[in-house]
């Protein structure tokens, strides 16, 4: 077997099982609050019962630098800004314009919105397939027809059998194909655009003028990192509706891809998520490891 330099494989990051997901979300978790102390790597190893030489390999591919390089990169970072956590410290480094996250934002995702007819219809001549695939973030569960993605949601999320039975309901004329394989086919493909972008990824989603809206504008991160609830309300010329663009935001169907864990609280904190608070910080510091690599 060819084993891949870390640096060199910071575009092969793999698919994880969910015990491998809960690995890296438990070590993102655990060096969000320690890295001041500057664990060792048989530390961060114990806290997720692995040994140091597989957890090194297994954080290594999916971040594309070592545990030790992602530590010392935040206390450089930190050293800037001595009173900051690690998502503060995180955020700054992203809002500097470095080209490892502001690369999947200045990508083109072609939105396309359910017409009146389709909707009228119920679905009726159109088919639909779904599955489950493992990705970077966790196990997540696809909705996609030849249009386009509609759903891409993390299944251990409550929210992500209702959002399947809610559009089943919205679409009762609708054939549904349980495709599992065609799911993990669906899923790695869009995890290649993700990071070799070739053509334009589409996505065709059923939601309201005002979602649609917010959704759009929350394509347009790129050019800002970060925003909360009032700046979009601001951007949408629609101040007072901050709490109805919060009630958007969550109802993303396609989180990560629509950048709503780049949308944060006033107050600069992390705030809420559809797919947990702990994968919004991991979704964040995979993108931070990017900034190590790209700089």
């Known amino acids: 077997m060819n084993h891949t330099d870390p640096l060199e494989a910071s575009m092969v990051t793999p698919m994880l099982n969910a015990a491998d997901y809960a690995r890296i979300e438990q070590a993102i978790v655990f060096l969000h609050t320690t890295f001041r102390e500057q664990p060792s ?147 790695r493909d869009v995890w290649q655009w993700y990071q070799q972008p070739s053509q334009s990824l589409r996505v065709y989603l059923r939601g309201t003028n005002f979602q649609l809206q917010v959704w759009r504008a929350l394509l347009k991160l790129g050019h800002t990192g970060f925003t909360h609830y009032g700046e979009l309300a601001a951007q949408l010329e629609k101040p007072s509706a901050a709490r109805a663009i919060g009630n958007a935001v969550g109802a993303n169907p396609i989180p990560w891809l629509i950048p709503c864990h780049r949308v944060l609280r006033a107050n600069g904190g992390l705030g809420g998520y559809s797919g947990g608070l702990h994968r919004k910080q991991v979704i964040l510091s995979w993108e931070y490891a990017r900034c190590a690599i790209d700089e």
Not at 62 to 82: E, M, N, S
Not at 88 to 95: E, K
Not at 147 to 153: P, S
Request: charged share 20%; glycine share 8%.
């Open 41 to 187: 790597l048989e530390t961060i190893a114990a806290q997720v019962d692995l040994s140091p030489a597989h957890f090194n390999r297994l954080f290594s591919r999916w971040a594309g630098i070592t545990p030790k390089q992602f530590v010392q990169r935040l206390t450089l970072d930190a050293a800037k800004q001595p009173l900051a956590d690690a998502h503060s410290v995180m955020r700054a480094a992203l809002d500097a314009g470095l080209s490892g996250p502001g690369r999947l934002h200045d990508l083109f995702i072609n939105l396309e919105a359910i017409t009146p007819g389709e909707f009228k219809s119920q679905g009726e001549g159109l088919s639909f397939r779904y599955g489950v695939a493992d990705s970077p973030f966790g196990l997540c569960s696809l909705v996609w027809n030849e249009r386009g993605l509609m759903q891409l949601d993390f299944v251990d999320c409550i929210s992500s059998e209702q959002r399947l039975q809610i559009l089943k309901q919205q679409w009762p004329a609708a054939a549904w194909v349980h495709d599992e394989l065609g799911a993990q086919h669906y899923m």
